[in-house]
C-alpha cells in the first residue's frame, strides 16, 4: 500500500516560511509524479506545484511562483515545498500527492484527479 505523510505546516506571520515535508511509503519513489495542492475552507481544492519523476523538472501555479519551490530526495523518499514569503491567501490546508508514471498517456498535473495517492493534510496559516 501507498501512504503519503505530510508535515511542516503551521502558523506563521505574512513574509515567513515554513518548509513542508511529504514522506512515502509502499511506493518506488522515482518512477512516480509528485505534487502539492491545497484547499482553504469554502474554495476548491487549487494545484500548487508538481515535480517530474523523470527529469526533476517542476511546475508552479502563477500564484507561488518566485515563492515556492518544490524539491524531491528520491533517497528519502520525500518531496518538499519551501515556502518564502507567505501571504494570507496562502492559507490552507495543504496535500501532498503522487501519481505514478504512465507511459504513452497525455495527462494534465494541474488536475487533482490525475493523482492515484494523497496524505491527509497539514495546515497552513498564514496572518497578516
Known amino acids: 500500500q501507498v501512504q503519503l505523510v505530510e508535515s511542516g505546516g503551521g502558523s506563521v506571520q505574512a513574509g515567513g516560511s515554513l518548509r513542508l515535508s511529504c514522506v512515502a511509503s509502499?511506493?518506488?519513489?522515482?518512477?512516480?509524479?509528485m505534487a502539492w495542492f491545497r484547499q482553504a475552507p469554502g474554495r476548491e481544492r487549487e494545484f500548487v506545484a508538481t515535480?517530474?519523476?523523470?527529469?526533476?523538472?517542476?511546475y508552479y501555479t502563477d500564484s507561488v511562483k518566485g515563492r515556492f519551490t518544490i524539491s524531491r530526495d528520491n533517497a528519502k523518499n520525500t518531496v518538499y515545498l519551501q515556502m518564502n514569503s507567505l501571504k494570507p491567501e496562502d492559507t490552507a490546508v495543504y496535500y501532498c500527492?503522487?501519481?505514478?508514471?504512465?507511459?504513452?498517456?497525455?495527462?494534465?498535473?494541474?488536475?487533482?484527479?490525475?493523482?492515484?495517492?494523497w496524505g491527509q493534510g497539514t495546515q497552513v496559516t498564514v496572518s497578516s
Open positions: 515535480i517530474n519523476w523523470s527529469d526533476g523538472s517542476t
Open positions: 509502499g511506493l518506488t519513489f522515482s518512477m512516480y509524479f
Open positions: 500527492a503522487a501519481r505514478r508514471s504512465r507511459a504513452f498517456v497525455r495527462w494534465s498535473p494541474v488536475r487533482g484527479g490525475e493523482y492515484d495517492t
